[in-house]
């Protein structure tokens, strides 16, 4: 047994995430009494923020009398939740059988290069989402994106210019 002192690490946690949780408490407020409220507030407090961030979490499991390991199991389990903010334009890029035969690689590969991240990633100005999809329902538009509501059929190379372009004009706020 050595008598040199125990070494002492010291570990860093990041900073808590700082948000008005106004937002967040009147959606709450606004489903509190409903009995299986959980799921609409977690869409709600989306809705409000793009994502669900940690601290609402918290507050979601003090006011509703969940344990937050509960929520992250629900947050964690449906994909339409997201823990991570997202861009306010997310694009969407079909991969599916149709799309790929008609060049969706080329097209997913294009927007990688032109916006700099990669499937599932977001640009750090919080512009862009992209997103590779199974199917977006539309093979007889093939190769095809969307970009939020907005659909883009017969995707080429020169189109993607063209809709960064076009999202690059647009305003940042909904």
């Known amino acids: 047994m050595s008598n040199a ?10 900073p808590a995430e700082e948000i008005d949780l ?7 407020d606004k489903y509190l009494t409903l009995h299986g409220n959980l799921m ?25 009398n ?19 903010p997202r861009g306010r334009y997310i694009i969407r890029v079909c991969v599916g059988t ?14 990688f290069d032109k916006l700099g ?3 599932a990633e977001t640009t750090p100005d919080l512009r862009y989402t992209f997103e590779k999809v199974a199917c977006l329902g539309a093979c007889g538009m093939a190769p095809l994106a969307m970009v939020n509501d907005s659909t883009y059929g ?9 809709i960064i372009a076009d999202y690059n004009q647009r305003p940042m706020k909904k």
Not at 6 to 11: D, G, W
Not at 154 to 162: A, L, P
Request: hydrophobic letters at 40%.
């Open 22 to 28: 106004g937002p967040a408490n009147a959606v709450i």
């Open 154 to 162: 017969s995707m080429t190379v020169q189109k993607v210019d063209e």
């Open 117 to 119: 991240i990669g499937h």
């Open 98 to 111: 149709a799309c790929h035969v008609q060049g969706a690689p080329r097209i997913v590969e294009t927007f």
């Open 5 to 14: 002192p125990a070494e002492v690490t010291e570990t860093t946690e990041a």
């Open 66 to 84: 969940v344990y937050p390991s509960q929520i992250f199991g629900v947050l964690t389990f449906y994909a339409q939740f997201h823990l991570k």
């Open 40 to 64: 609409p507030v977690l869409q709600g407090i989306q809705d409000e923020y793009g994502y669900v961030p940690r601290p609402t979490i918290d507050l979601v499991a003090e006011r509703l």
